[in-house]
Structures are given as C-alpha cells and as structure tokens.
C-alpha cells in the first residue's frame, strides 16, 4: 500500500494526513500503532526501532482515538481512569475539563458515576468521543493518533471535539486523519496522500497558495451550494 513513504515527526508538532478514500492514510496510522507492521523498512521512535520495545512500552505511550470511538461498560469515571489504577478523582475531572467534557458529564443525572453501557450504548457518539479524549490526555502519551474522529457527529459537537483535541494535542507527536478538512486547518504541517505516497506538504495556508491537490479538496469541502 505505502512505496517510498519517509516521514519524521519531531516532538511537540502535528501532523494531519489528508486525501482520498483508499490512499493509505489509514494505512499509515495502523502502522504507528503496529496493528500492522512494515514489510521492509521501519518505525523509529526516539531512534530505536519499535519492533524492538516491547509492546508495552509501546501501548504506554502510545493514545488513539479512533472514528467510533470504544467504551468499557462501567461507569464514565472508570472509562476515564480505565488502566491507570489508584487514578484519583480530581485527576478525573481535571482531564474531563480540559477536553471540554467536565459539562456534559455534570448534566447527567448521576455525574461521573453515570454507566455508560456496553461499548458506550447510553451516550451519544459526540460524547464517548469526548470520553475517550479525557482518556488520553490523563494517559499523557508521547504519541497521539486521531484517525477520522469528527466524522460521525454534527457541526456543533465537531466543535466542541475539537477543542478537546486541541488539548490532547499539546507537548505531544500528534497524527490526526481527517476527511473534514475544518479539523486540520491548524496543524504544523499537513501531508496530502495519495496511492500510499505523499504528494503535498506544507502548511493550512501554504498549501492553499500553491493551489494543487489540498486546494482542491478544501474548495470543493467548503463550496456555497
């Protein structure tokens, strides 16, 4: 899927894949993560190979958040804290705050203690996203993958995401998917992918300038009817 695709992410920047359906992106992501693993070639981070940590290591360090986001069945507190044990409650609510959840979950009848349902049943997608975005930042991981994760609620929730992810984006190597292309517009740099190679790369504004692909997808996204 990917040919001669080299890509270095520094500390601390972000970057978006953009493109059609099928270019790789996705591709891309599940290598990171190592649900899939390269056929030649390799994935360093901080200079080592990651076939050659431990997948624990890995998973520490490692926060997805994907398009349908996965909730446990218990309460939203425990989905919060889910594999950090003795997490306490301020710690809790603190992430919930800084994705913007702290409100929504406040609305509830029962607060932080609400279930949530198998897989996240009783809440609106729209807010197991944000759920899983409390998640990650009390995580604190290094590397931070977002794949498609606006792309199933409204405009007005989409907003309020994206303000949680601005949050879990901050300190951290940040690789966000995104068909929406609203979702992308402030990244460091955005990569445009087709057929597994990078054609376009370069800033929101940059790319606009240079009036090729990226130019093409955002006029068509944002087009008056």
Known sequence: VLEG??????SNKSIALVGATGGGKSTI?????RFYEPTSGGVYIN?????RRSLHWLRSNLGVVLQVPHLFAGTIRQNIAYGRKGTGSSAVEDAARQVDAHEFIMGL?????TEVGEGGSLLSTGQRQLVS?????L??????VMDEATSSVDTETEQQIQRG???????????IIAHRLSTVRHADRILVVD?????????HEGLLEARGRYFHLYTRQFATP
């Open 5 to 10: 695709f080299d890509l270095e992410i520094r």
């Open 29 to 33: 992501a599940n290598i990171l993560c």
């Open 47 to 51: 200079g080592v190979e990651y076939r």
């Open 109 to 113: 009848e029962r607060g932080y203690d």
């Open 133 to 137: 975005l409390a998640r990650a930042v």
């Open 139 to 144: 995580a604190d991981p290094q590397i931070f």
């Open 165 to 175: 992810i601005e949050a879990v984006l901050e300190g951290r190597i940040s690789v």
């Open 195 to 203: 057929r597994g190679r990078i054609i376009e790369s370069g800033t």
